[in-house]
């Protein structure tokens, strides 16, 4: 069971090979139907220290920070064990 939070974006570190992966035209319409209807699904981030990492939501964290926004929804997810 994931337990939802609301967490501080500036407290969420992306790493670097997902930020590559950043499509602006996806995080324009993101942020366009978030200012209709809210954030419908949370982002998964896992504990990492005092901050979290970012596991997938990135298009959804970008358009949340276009919108000025300071938090974000987020599910808690454990890392794999490997």
Same mark, same amino acid.
């Given at each position: 069971?994931?337990? $939802?939070?609301?967490?501080?974006?500036? /407290?969420?570190?992306?790493?670097? !090979?997902? $930020?590559?992966?950043? /499509?602006?035209?996806?995080?324009?319409?993101?942020?366009?139907?978030?200012?209709?209807?809210?954030?419908?699904?949370?982002?998964?981030? $896992?504990? /990492?220290? !005092? $901050?979290?990492?970012?596991?997938?939501?990135?298009?959804?964290?970008?358009?949340?920070?276009?919108?000025?926004?300071?938090?974000?929804?987020?599910?808690?997810?454990?890392?794999?064990?490997?």
């Amino acid at each position: 069971m994931m337990k $939802r939070q609301t967490l501080a974006i500036q /407290d969420i570190y992306v790493p670097v !090979q997902r $930020r590559q992966t950043i /499509d602006s035209k996806k995080v324009e319409a993101l942020a366009e139907s978030m200012m209709e209807k809210g954030q419908e699904v949370p982002i998964l981030v $896992r504990p /990492d220290g !005092q $901050r979290f990492v970012l596991v997938e939501g990135l298009h959804r964290l970008e358009a949340c920070k276009a919108l000025g926004e300071t938090t974000i929804p987020a599910y808690l997810v454990q890392a794999r064990k490997h």
